[in-house]
Nanobody
Framework: QVQLVESGGGLVQAGGSVRLSCAAS????????MGWFRQAAGKEREFVAA????????YYADSVKGRFTISRDNAKNTVYLQMNSLKPEDTAIYYC?????????????????WGQGTQVTVSS
């Protein structure tokens, strides 16, 4: 079983940057995709970005392409989300999770459990 702990959120002004971290433990990750999701108040949870652990291939939602960068540190079993040029509409609770394929990563409703997430608030 995989344990995931998100951190790094906070309050930032529009145009600013934040880096989120997701520390994973409990299983080997070579067969996994790890990714970030977000849920704004009153909205459904949505896919943000993912990385294939074995190859480093990355995937992004259209809304964050060019602004967010996902990366991984194999030695630390940690995934990062560097968020630049933040907009008020990026305000949400950000969660990380793992899956065996990218199709599942792009479908948040398929996940059975979530961590507490980390709040990112972007002020205008």
């Amino acid at each position: 079983q995989v344990q995931l702990v998100e951190s790094g959120g906070g309050l930032v002004q529009a145009g600013g940057s934040v880096r989120l971290s997701c520390a994973a433990s409990g299983r080997t990750f070579s067969a996994y995709y790890m990714g970030w999701f977000r849920q704004a108040a009153g909205k459904e949870r949505e896919f943000v970005a993912a990385v294939r652990w074995s190859t480093g291939s990355t995937y992004y939602a259209d809304s964050v392409k060019g602004r967010f960068t996902i990366s991984r540190d194999n030695a630390k079993n940690t995934v990062y989300l560097q968020m630049n040029s933040l907009k008020p509409e990026d305000t949400a609770i950000y969660y990380c999770n793992v899956a065996f394929n990218i199709a599942t990563m792009r479908t948040p409703a398929d996940f059975g459990s979530w961590g507490q997430g980390t709040q990112v608030t972007v002020s205008s």
